[in-house]
């Protein structure tokens, strides 16, 4: 059986016999095990698709992973393999062609329908030229070009050209045309380039004819040019009855010597003046005259009359208000209307921000843009909340912020606006209005050059509106704009106040002395002394009291804490029973704001409901803050002083606390604020009463009084305008009354005059360098400083025009034979006059001279009435800006009458009269005046001196000046000391030995020495000169003199108008130098790729530019080039030394050496700084606290590692970032990435938390 079984040989099983098979479920991939019933035909047991969905990557995505992301599939040698392998990814065929593709040529022309007029028939086509066609941002300053790219829209770039500066003369195509044309324009011996730019060396296209004389060529070009003048025709009036006959007489005559010979009497045969005779362009202008022809740039609008049909006049205005406006607003709305530019100066809160609403709704009924700049960024985020609510189409821009670019209004700080129009942004093409608020601003030593580059920089399409508070020179200064702007410039100015104000002294420390409040200036701005002298008299009685019982106080105007304290709490009660909170007090010192805030501990001012509405403000405002921010020691302290009703506002608060006190101060909650000066700019936040801690502030360089501008400024913020009846503004007098004059100045003086703060520096320089089209000089023309030397070129131009003429017109000086070396002469005492004079000004000016110049010193004197008189001195002013010295003078009887040959020897003076030392004696009776004479008139100081009664001789000459005493004899001490100096001239007609300056006078300065060497070497040459011999001496030197005096006149006018007369030229050229030596610029001053960099960089561009070309940044972690960079912003003093490793103390070195080597430099290069002073500009006082904060440490940690305040760090980390992003611009530029990379992980290291919370206004 069990072999049978064995040998059983079984079929091969089909798939049929069991009824068991599999099914693929779709694209998961799984199985299922499914039963079937027997059948012949089977199925295949799967579900469509089967697997994963088919796909395949694009080419570039798979070119992308094989060639890029994979580099090591690309062999390093086998490259014919490596190709088979591309060309199986991406196969294409050669096409030869696209090696010749080129960009189309735009297009030159346009075809023009033409039509008849009547009918409207097309008759034809014409062709017309198109202009600007090819241009670009990288190639032209016109308006024409096409845009740029959207990224670079709003903020340019720095390879852009700007736009043409309104103002300036652009060139046209019809004046280049023009320009061409005429053929005299060019001259073709000097004005064509022979060295290409960028070029060392050139090639010399002159010809040059050395058998030639010298005056041929001044032949040859005088022939030309009246060539040309008789080709043209009657061009000139005047040169075709001057010259044509003439001249077609001597070309007749052909080409012979003789024709050169009347050709110079054809050059001389116009009329002349006599030589005696004063030319007419010497003569000044009458001034009214000059106003007329001067055209008037700054209009003064008046404002005293009511505008009565300002509705009639704008029917439809472009927005209204629900309150009636005031004439000053409505005559600047009305110019807005009409498309001109306005100043408007006026005092804190009297409303010119109306101005500024009006514009930004013109413009978006126009469908343009405005511009909207501040001068501090805590301003921009403000205005853009209030402008917010009111148009909501409305933008900001900012370093690190940017909303809504694209908006019809953007909000921005002024130095944003400069980089916009040095980059050349499209913005500037839509724009209509920019609104400068606070201009008074451009007196700001730091920044204000800002606004003076903006205001020269912007196109002449865009109008400007200028807000400020009232300062003396506001015509003047549209004017400036006005002229190089070439438009006019309406003044709006008002000194009304909306809510008039009252100044007191408060001398109270308690509750028993809380009302001793005494009024000095009332609402009308009488000053009123009673009121001072009644709080002298309080602070006195009570300073007495205390010495009796406790002994002299230490010093009058100190006050220790506690004091303070008492005078606070004692004022604010009663200043809370008199209803008179709110209340600002500024305090110049942002320790004793802090210091006041918390000795008003038991201060409580808010009501339940107000803690309330407070405390839940506050929560809301910092639950944008991480959990440990919340609790910073200043967040807490601010909190709790915030739910009594007292506010603390200055820079080294936290910008958001700061803001969460500015909003709850609007809202009323706020009912006492300590503050610093920066918030009375600005925002309209009035209060009921102002109060000064002191009228005393430190400027950064010294402590002084408050200047009158600044003090109207702040307070101005008193009076809330339609709540209060008249606003109060309370002086502290804690140690003492401060002095009358003091007060009486600061409140009633002048405000500060707008002054311009114009200076270079190296980004302006670079920025109008890389510009073929645009000169630094030109800015420097149009800055406000050189407006009152540049305000007058027309007339000079004028008065160069005349002299010209003039000039050509006066009869020609011989110059042959004796008077060969009569312009030597002429140049030799005119030099000798010069040099004596200025010598003379020395020893007048020196010690030892004014000690020789006692009572009784024999002078000689030359001047208009005497030449070469003996004098005696009687008397000597104290007044050391005008001395004058009280002299008697021999003189004759009829001292009236001019001595004959004066005259002569003042036009023509010989040899013989400049070097005599004859004394003059009389030729009739000898007679005597008493004269106040002036330094210059005293020509020599002699060895002589008389012993005289210098009193009793001033008061008998004054009596006989006397009309009832003129006929009264001199008295005794007169006729002695007249008899005496006619003694000694006659006892030395050739003259007294004088004192001389270095050996008697000891004067051993190197001018005394020169001059005095000088002047003994020219009257020694004054003999050699053979043109006094000749008989035409006087004649031709007279000439001479006439044709020399229009010639310096000429040279001086020319001067004036030209770069040369710049004040700020040897400063620029000083900076030059130093961007040659340093490689920014070429020798022709084309910028290089430092340059580029440069202008990449905000701050110490020139320190920036070195430290990433010298790679000190490059090998540092992000966190450590952070830390270093800090040194740039960080501009406080700190008591603290930072704790840092030994790679931040060799970066710190690198650094200090950098700034040594680029100060020594600029010293080199003829600048003023000191090397020490550059240096201290990089505080290094951050390091450690940028340092922990890049690494990732809570603001509450780092706040512990510096004395510097929570809001100064916060605002330093903040342009920190700026600066970061400028070194990774510059990183782009010059092919860094790993310094780029570095940069761009370094701001994101320190873009965090509180220091880089929102701005609360513009959420």
Known sequence: MGSETDRMVLPPMDRGDLPLSLLQMGCSGGFELISQEQTNCLLPHSTLPQGLPPFALDLISEVERRFLCDPEWLPIHNFENAFQKFHKVFKRSQCFDSLLHVEPSPVHSTLKVVRNPTTGELLDFQEELLEDTGLSSKNSLSLQRPPGPPSQGVRGSTTNYPFWPGGMDEPNLDQIKKKGQLEEDIDFDKDLLSVPPGFKKGMDFRKKDPSAPPSSLNLLSLLSTLDDIIDLGQEEEEGGKGRGGGGKEELSAGKTLPRSNSLEEFGLQSSVAPPESVPPFLVPPSPGAGERERERWAVPVDINSPCTDFYKRIPEPAFKWPFELDVFQKQAILHLENHDSVFVAAHTSAGKTVVAEYAIALSQKHMTRTIYTSPIKALSNQKFRDFKTTFQDVGLLTGDVQLSPEASCLIMTTEILRSMLYNGSDVIRDLEWVIFDEVHYINDAERGVVWEEVLIMLPDHVR??????????????????????????????????????????????????????????????????????????????????????????????????????????????????????????????????????????????????????????????????????????????????????????????????????EMLFTRGLVKVLFATETFAMGVNMPARTVVFDSIRKHDGTAFRDLLPGEYIQMAGRAGRRGLDPTGTVIILCKGGVHEMADLHKMMLGKPTLLQSQFRLTYTMILNLLRVEALRVEDMMKRSFSEFHTRKHTKVHEQGISSLTQSLSSLPEVESVGQLSDLVSYYAAVQELTHTRAALQKRVMESMNGLKALSAGRVVLVTNSVHINALGLILQVSSDAMSRTFTTLVLCERQKEEERPGAQRGAETPTPEELLSTRVFLPDGPCSHTVEKLKAEDISSITVKTLRINAERIIDDYNKRQMPRFKLDPPGQAVTKATQELLRLAESNPDGITPLDPVNDLQLKDLDVVEGSMRVRHLQDTLLTFTCAHSPKFTQQYARLKQRMVIQDELERLQYLISDQSLSLLPQYEQRIKVLKTLKYVDDSCTVQLKGRVACEISNHELMVTELVFENVLSDLPPEEIAALLSCLVFQQKTQVTPEINTSLQQGVQRIVSVAERIATLQRDCGMNESVEDFVAQFKFGLLEVVHCWARGLPFSEIAQLTDVQEGIVVRCIQRLDETCRDVRNAARIIGDPVLYAKMEQASMMIKRDIVFAASLYTQ
């Open 464 to 661: 400007i509106i200028l807000l400020s508070a009232t300062v003396p020179n506001t015509l003047e200064f549209a004017d400036w704009i006005g002229r190089i702007k070439q438009k006019q410039i309406f003044v709006i100015s008002t000194v009304k106040r909306p809510v008039p104000l009252e100044h007191f002294l408060y001398t109270g420390n308690s509750n028993k002395t809380q009302n001793e409040l005494f009024l000095l200036l009332d609402s009308n701005n009488n000053f009123l002394t009673k009121g001072y002298y009644a709080a002298v008299e309080a602070k006195k009685e009570r300073t007495s009291k205390h010495a009796q019982s406790f002994g002299a106080r230490p010093g009058a105007h100190s006050s220790t804490s506690s004091q303070d304290r008492s005078v606070w709490l004692s004022l604010l009660h009663s200043l809370s029973k008199k209803d008179q909170l709110p209340v600002v007090c500024f305090t110049f010192s942002r320790s004793r704001c802090d210091e006041n805030a918390r000795g008003l501990a038991t201060l409580d001012l808010t009501s339940s409901a107000e803690k309330s509405e407070t405390h839940v403000f506050f929560q809301k405002c910092i639950t944008r803050l991480k959990g440990s921010d919340r609790q910073l020691p200043q967040v807490l302290q601010m909190s709790d002083l915030l739910k009594r009703g007292v506010g603390v506002h200055h820079s080294g608060i936290l910008p958001i606390l700061k803001e969460v006190v």
